[in-house]
């Protein structure tokens, strides 16, 4: 990829946006950083799409996704953009939704793996665990768990929820990391697990 200057200037300047911000600034607020008029911004922006440096969902969306194997001066861009996979409670759980909510772009070298999906926590059950309400846990695809990790489960094949997984003779006991909630036992047959969680993603919205 053979960039002229003030392309890869806006290019590390997306790049550090993605990974601070976790989405694309405007096209107002990068002008604005970057000194340079609205119009520039858009053109630079058109320009880096031609050469193959970043994608966008449509001619006038915010959401864009550095390609990979493109370089920059900061070397291979190691980030990427997982899907939020509706919502999940981390307290009463709540109906599992199927629809995607959006994504967010993290760094690969932090959540490596193949096929990660984030949920978006609602609740406080787990917050001694340091997952609070409104967060996203980063979660890796999985059919099993081992005593203590942290997990995505659907309960009945409905519900979905966040807890930490307890493999008993003949059930299996989900606990919260919260001393106002109580561990629930369920049998085998009623639980599934969807994923291990690997990091959470704080939100300061919540």
Same mark, same amino acid.
């Given at each position: 990829m053979d960039l002229t200057k003030k392309q890869q200037q806006l290019f590390d300047y997306l790049q550090q946006q993605l990974e601070d911000e976790g989405r694309a600034p405007s096209l107002r607020q990068a002008a604005e950083d970057l000194g340079v008029s609205?119009?520039?911004v858009?053109?630079?922006?058109?320009?880096?799409?031609?050469?193959?440096?970043?994608?966008?969902?449509g001619r006038y969306s915010?959401?864009?996704?550095?390609?990979?194997?493109?370089? +920059?001066?900061?070397g291979e861009s190691r980030f990427r953009e997982l899907p939020v996979v509706g919502?999940?409670?981390?307290g009463l759980?709540? !109906?599992?939704q199927q629809e995607w909510d959006g994504s967010v772009v993290v760094d690969g070298t932090l959540f490596p793996g193949n096929n990660?999906?984030?949920?978006?926590?609602?609740?406080? +059950?787990?917050? /001694?665990?340091?997952?609070?309400?409104?967060d996203l846990?980063?979660?890796?695809?999985?059919? !099993?768990?081992?005593?203590?990790?942290?997990?995505?489960?659907?309960?009945?094949?409905?519900?979905?929820?966040?807890?930490?997984?307890f493999l008993?003779? /003949? !059930?299996?006991?989900l606990r919260p990391e919260n001393r106002t909630f109580s561990p629930v036992r369920y049998p085998f047959s009623d639980i599934l697990v969807q994923g291990r969680v690997m990091g959470v993603i704080r939100s300061y919205d919540s």
């Open positions: 609205h119009n520039a858009a053109q630079l922006i058109t320009q880096l799409e031609r050469k193959g440096a970043i994608e966008r969902e915010r959401s864009i996704r550095i390609l990979p194997r493109q370089s +920059s001066r900061r919502r999940i409670t981390a759980p709540m !109906y599992a990660l999906f984030c949920l978006r926590i609602q609740g406080n +059950s787990m917050q /001694d665990a340091g997952i609070l309400n409104g846990v980063v979660c890796e695809p999985r059919q !099993y768990a081992e005593n203590g990790e942290i997990v995505a489960v659907l309960i009945q094949g409905e519900e979905a929820t966040v807890k930490r997984f008993g003779d /003949d !059930y299996i006991e």
